[in-house]
């Protein structure tokens, strides 16, 4: 009972993880329909920007406000030099996905350029092998931060979509893009602020992994598929599936690993993922929009 | 373009006799490539050749089927790996070549299962999930993979005292001539056309007395068939195979070739092949800056050309045939 109670919170520390990086995802998908593939590599750059910040002697609470910034103003300036132009050119949605992969390419040559592909530490104030033990399982001094750090977000995203004018406009624009405009939306703005706020999401994701993890210019690829995997498994549009999703990811991966076998746990985990899809196709609380024949 | 009148006017490669003349001569400048090129050449060469081959699959899954399939490495993997063990247990070139494409091209029907309940970014998780299991496997079941030392494959042996990479080069010249000739016929024919149904609209095709169960398995037995041939012959010419070779990044790479390529184009997805292999080739000398021309490339084709280079290539042909009016 212990174990089980030891691999579910490993689980949902690792979980909250990936619904940050989901919830990254599913607002862009929402509002654009595209899957970022650059959502990793953007979060790595804001992490090392984080890390040059932190270690040149600024303070936390100035360099990781920076961080989240530099991400976001970059996702934005991508969206308006690479996304819009190509869909003013007609691209399909797979072309406009392909653009993030071409992004994604570019800053990875880029984060190693500039910061060289040796695994570094990231200076962190709170560690992972600070401990206490609560009842029969030993929580980390980390692991809380990050479950507080997810949990603030998803409050804060959730306060935004549903109780301000800006969240009302994100999601008339997510359902019907056209319809918005016509209303005076203004959308490529709308849009623009979605993929600020979804890389920053990434970035607060690529901070905390960073001291679990070694930090070099590929540490986000793994976290950003199990992200992609739990956003679908949630539901690709919906931000509460995310969420899920990403809970229910870790603490499977947890759980498999621990009990079955640790070597194949990605792949348990995306068994899971596919036997779900199988009995609902969009998610466990995706709604896809339907589409007329 | 031209107004296509039979059957067998829609196989032709080359409508005019000029456009016959030019595309001869242009295969038999390749053909000769050992002759006239230069000797580093015949390696990339004989890379965009083969790669050529699982782009075309990889097209004809994600151009003409339109469904989108992130886990191609891992057929990749099964068709390298089926092929490595059999030439380690003694079977000649061809047959284990026809075996490994057996053995992807089934794992693709298997895979193809899940294809008829999800679609885009669903379907695209599934067989992302599909090429992770498959890498694990081989990277943690040292039966499979060899070992640390990984798997030796034997080189080929020339006839004839032939120098080995011209011979190489050769053969694997006409076995793309080959797949690349299977698919045109395949695009051209009730089963491309099936395919193209079922990507423009599912629901629309079925009612027209498309069965969309078979089409889907279909297209992933086919295409997962082209890249099994692409990894038998990419360990081939690696002479070794390693786990490490077949990861998530490797899928994505096919995935960027076919749609710098030309969506649904088999001629534009032997562009993107030549475009995945050259560029990192060309600009080798600088490693951090391979991602960044890479990425640069994407998006400068994609924003100024989204059909890909198959639709400037498109875009050249029609100026030429006006040319000088225009």
Not at chain 2, 141 to 168: C, F, H, K, N, T
Not at chain 2, 314 to 323: A, D, N, P
């Amino acid at each position: 009972m212990g174990n089980f109670l030891q691999y579910t919170l490993t689980g949902l520390a690792a979980g909250s993880l990936y619904a940050l990086v989901a919830l990254g995802l599913v607002l862009i998908y929402r509002s654009a329909r595209v899957l970022n593939f650059a959502h990793g590599d953007m979060a790595t750059f804001g992490t090392f920007v984080a890390f040059s910040l932190a270690t040149s002697g600024r303070p936390l609470w100035i360099s990781l406000p920076l961080a989240l910034l530099a991400g976001a103003v970059v996702a934005v300036v991508f969206y308006f030099a690479a996304l819009v132009p190509a869909q003013r050119k007609g691209a399909t949605q797979l072309g406009q996905v392909i653009l993030t992969l071409g992004l994604a390419l570019i800053f990875q040559g880029f984060t190693v350029y500039q910061w060289g592909a040796e695994p570094t530490s990231f200076p962190f104030p709170l560690s992972d092998t600070k401990v206490w033990k609560v009842g029969p399982v030993y929580v980390s001094e980390l692991a809380i931060g990050t479950l507080a750090a997810a949990a603030l977000a998803s409050l804060l995203l959730f306060l935004l979509t549903q109780k301000t004018r800006l969240g009302l406009a994100m999601r008339a624009t997510s359902e019907n893009l056209q319809a918005a405009q016509t209303l005076g939306i203004p959308t490529r703005q709308v849009l623009a602020f979605a993929w600020g706020a979804a890389a920053a999401l990434g970035v607060v994701a690529g901070i905390f992994l960073a001291p679990v993890l070694m930090l070099d210019p590929f540490f986000m690829l793994d976290p950003m598929f199990k992200g992609l995997a739990a956003a679908v498994l949630g539901g690709l549009n919906s931000l509460p599936g995310a969420v899920v999703g990403g809970l229910v990811l870790g603490v499977v991966e947890s759980l498999a690993g621990g009990y079955l076998a640790m070597e194949f746990k990605s792949s348990l985990a995306f068994v899971l993922i596919v036997a779900v899809l199988l009995v609902r196709p969009e998610g466990l609380l995706g709604k896809e929009f339907q589409e007329r024949v | 373009m031209d107004l296509v009148e039979s059957y067998r006017e829609e196989l032709r490669f080359a409508r005019k006799p000029l456009g016959r003349a030019l595309l001869v001569l242009g295969l038999l400048a390749l053909a000769a490539l050992p002759w006239w090129g230069h000797r580093s050449w015949l390696a990339w060469g004989s890379m965009v050749w083969l790669y050529a081959i699982g782009v075309i699959g990889q097209n004809l899954l994600i151009g003409y089927a339109g469904q989108v399939s992130f886990g191609q490495a891992g057929f990749l993997a099964i068709g390298a790996y089926t092929f490595g063990h059999l030439r380690i247990a003694g079977a000649p070139f061809p047959l284990a070549l026809l075996v490994a494409g057996i053995a992807a091209g089934a794992a693709g029907w298997l895979v193809g299962f899940p294809s008829l309940r999800l679609k885009g970014p669903y379907l695209a998780i599934a067989t992302l999930g599909f090429g992770t299991a498959v890498y694990q496997v081989f990277a943690n079941v040292e039966a499979l993979s060899g070992g640390r030392a990984g798997l030796p494959i034997a080189q080929l042996r020339p006839p004839g005292g032939m120098d080995r990479d011209v011979y190489v080069y050769l053969l694997y010249f006409a076995l793309f001539l080959l797949f690349t000739a299977v698919a045109y016929n395949l695009v051209s024919s009730w089963v491309g056309r099936t395919f193209v149904a079922l990507r423009d609209s599912d629901i629309a095709a079925e009612a027209m007395g498309v069965n969309l169960t078979r089409a889907k398995l279909l297209a992933f037995a086919i295409s997962s068939f082209y890249t099994g041939v692409h990894g038998a012959l990419m360990a081939q010419y690696l002479g070794h195979l390693e786990p490490q070779a077949f990861n998530v990044q490797e899928s994505l790479n096919f995935f960027v070739a076919v749609i710098v390529g030309g969506v649904a184009s088999v001629e534009g997805s032997v562009f993107g092949a030549a475009f995945a292999i050259l560029v990192p080739a060309l600009f080798g000398d600088f490693r951090w800056a391979v991602p960044v021309l890479f990425g640069a490339a994407i998006l400068v084709v994609m924003i100024f050309e989204p059909l890909g280079l198959a639709g400037a290539w498109l875009k050249t042909r029609l100026y030429f045939r006006m040319w000088p009016f225009r």
